[in-house]
């Protein structure tokens, strides 16, 4: 099977602190000293991710399960290309399409319809792609009371579902979800659920982030146990 | 650059029309205030320059004058205004979710752009009451504004990167512009400075581009070619620096935001 998502060897640097802890000063020193440091902390740094091995299927679901802060968010942004690794190396084959917020690109002041446009466009729709599946969305959303309301009156839990609906729409081939399934109600979500399958069946890769080991187990076909940046246990 | 954006182009343009909803959304007169900073400060200056202080500064109509010296100032000056803060007002895109992250300040421009447009109709208008002689050098206006153009894409792409880094550089831009504004020949022209000064002032790169923006158009003078090449190779190299440096400083816009 063909791999959709490959990293080897990753490892993240982030810093403790804010970065305006450092001066400007600082930075024009650090300028001229040579970058060799990439393998050592220095001071107010630590380990995000520690050498973090994975690879992903075509058609594959993969869970990432564990503890707050330990990495798997951070896996799910850098295979988005939103951050790029300290040290190692990623490979994605193909178009991703990452539902690791909800609703991020909404602006408040935009009706739920325009910003159906807006979010459409940023997950790499075109402007006649989003509108056919305008209604598709709307109706997926079961919003169409509310759709020309600006979303700053919206509900989150309208907001998620707009969200979700928008995001499922697009042509993607690698889906990064997480910990959506979070918010929305018991009949929304069991939907969020189907429609997830549906498209595992479509041969859409997956990487899922959750705390709800229940949930996981029903969409995951394996799933990562990770602690303090490493996959401590898989099954 | 073109690679990066070609699939993209449907995020710019949405990003154009939102900026442009957004804006005049909630606003009763809409577009025409992209028309009244431009006007406003004419009256000002036309008043200050008739009866504050009288000094000749040209034989054409002080109103004209002004105006064309302000509309490419305007566009130069609101554009770096719309570009610097905008990576920094969409953090919350920049660290969820990847897109060729330069669509932003280059909307901020393209939003400076259209209100150009709409303030160029005044100017046209104005040719028109001054009955002005338009000669062929009016077809120097689009060399020249492609000069501005891509001067102000080199200034906002690295302006733009570096407030992710210190938001200094917002608060520095707001002042420096309008120094800027005063060493640029908007109310008056270098046509009557000394040679030396003349040089000084020539630094500027929108010396060149605003001093011959009004020359082609109300004098119907024309662009001595050798320094239109030499501003054009001289923009065109910021460019790809500028480029270079938001390429380099992308990486870790996420991060450090």
Request: positive net charge; glycine residues 14%; proline residues 14%.
């Given at each position: 099977m063909e791999v959709k998502v490959n990293l080897i060897d990753v490892w993240k640097k982030y810093y403790l602190y804010n970065i305006f802890h450092r001066s400007l000063r600082e930075d024009l020193v650090n300028l001229f000293k040579?970058?060799?440091?990439?393998?050592n902390l220095s001071k107010g740094e630590f380990w995000a991710l520690k050498g973090i091995n994975l690879s992903v299927k075509k058609g594959e679901c993969v869970g990432l399960y564990g503890?707050?802060?330990?990495?798997k968010t951070t896996i799910l942004k850098l295979i988005s290309k939103v951050t790029y690794p300290t040290k190692g190396k990623i490979l994605v084959n193909g178009k991703v399409a990452p539902l690791i917020e909800i609703g991020a690109g909404f602006h408040l002041d935009l009706t739920g319809r325009e910003n159906i446009f807006m979010n459409g466009a940023i997950l790499g729709m075109g402007i006649s792609e989003i509108r056919k599946k305008v209604a598709s969305i709307i109706e997926f959303s079961e919003l169409e009371k509310f759709i020309d309301m600006p979303v700053k009156r919206y509900s989150s839990g309208m907001y998620l579902r707009l969200g979700f609906s928008i995001a499922i729409h697009s042509e993607a081939d690698i889906f990064l979800i997480d910990e959506i399934l979070a918010v929305g109600d018991e009949a929304f979500q069991k939907k969020c659920i189907e429609k997830i399958l549906s498209l595992k069946k479509q041969g859409k890769t997956m990487v899922v982030v959750s705390h709800n080991m229940a949930l996981m187990e029903k969409l995951a076909d394996r799933i990562l146990y990770i602690k303090e940046g490493k996959i401590v246990e898989s099954a | 650059m073109y690679k990066r954006l070609k699939n993209y182009q449907h995020l710019f343009l949405i990003f154009i029309w939102r900026e442009f909803s957004i804006r005049y959304k909630q606003s009763s007169i809409g577009v025409l205030w992209a028309m009244l900073q431009p006007l406003s400060m004419m009256l000002l200056f036309t008043f200050v320059f008739t009866y504050?202080?009288?000094?000749?500064?040209?034989?054409?109509?002080y109103m004209l004058f002004f105006y064309s010296g302000l509309l490419p100032w305007s566009f130069f000056s609101s554009a770096l205004n719309y570009s610097i803060p905008s990576l920094t007002n969409h953090y919350n895109l920049i660290t969820k979710i990847y897109f060729p992250r330069e669509i932003l300040p280059f909307s901020g421009i393209a939003v400076a752009f259209i209100d150009f447009l709409i303030a160029s109709l005044i100017y046209v208008l104005f040719i028109i009451i001054f009955k002005i002689k338009i000669t062929l050098q009016i077809f120097w206006f689009l060399p020249l504004l492609f000069l501005l153009f891509v001067f102000i894409i080199s200034l906002s792409l690295v302006l733009s990167a570096l407030n992710v880094y210190y938001r200094d550089v917002k608060l520095a831009t707001g002042f420096l512009i309008q120094l800027w504004f005063f060493a640029t020949p908007v109310f008056y022209s270098i046509d009557k400075l000394s040679v030396k000064l003349k040089l000084i002032l020539f630094l500027n790169p929108l010396t060149f581009i605003v001093e011959n923006m009004r020359r082609c158009v109300i004098e119907g003078r024309g662009v001595i070619f050798w320094q239109y090449l030499i501003m054009l190779f001289f923009v065109l190299t910021l460019l790809y620096l500028s480029y270079k440096i938001f390429i380099h400083t992308e990486k870790r816009f996420a991060d450090v935001i």
């Open positions: 040579f970058k060799g440091n990439r393998n503890p707050n802060g330990a990495g | 504050v202080m009288p000094i000749k500064i040209t034989d054409y109509p």
